[in-house]
Nanobody, 116 residues
Framework: QVQLVESGGGLVRPGGSLRLSCEAS????????MYWVRQPPGKGIEWVST????????DYADSVKGRFTISRDNTKNTLYLQMNNLKFEDTAVYYC?????????RGQGTQVTVSS
């Protein structure tokens, strides 16, 4: 059974930083491409970033490029998202997922709120 458990969200001021983590279990994590997606208030799922199984191929949405960094530790079955220079529009529930669409398996999410 796939389990994805996100943590690290919180309330932060504009310009601040957060590091999200996602602990994975129930599937061979080191063989899977992994994704961060988010859902802003009142909106649908948005793709944020992708990382392949051995961290060689990484991609970001234009809205976060240069500010967010995705990484993974296959020895710990853990996915990370370092978020710097956070903006109001980054406010959302953040999910790690096995795909970039709303139908892909994902965790319960962690709330990130950017507010002054």
């Amino acid at each position: 059974q796939v389990q994805l458990v996100e943590s690290g969200g919180g309330l932060v001021r504009p310009g601040g930083s957060l590091r999200l983590s996602c602990e994975a279990s129930g599937f061979p994590f080191n063989r899977y491409w992994m994704y961060w997606v988010r859902q802003p208030p009142g909106k649908g799922i948005e793709w944020v970033s992708t990382i392949d199984s051995d961290s060689r191929n990484i991609d970001y949405a234009d809205s976060v490029k240069g500010r967010f960094t995705i990484s993974r530790d296959n020895t710990k079955n853990t996915l990370y998202l370092q978020m710097n220079n956070l903006k109001f529009e980054d406010t959302a529930v953040y999910y790690c997922a096995q795909g970039r669409t709303a139908s892909a398996p994902r965790g319960q999410g962690t709330q990130v709120t950017v507010s002054s």
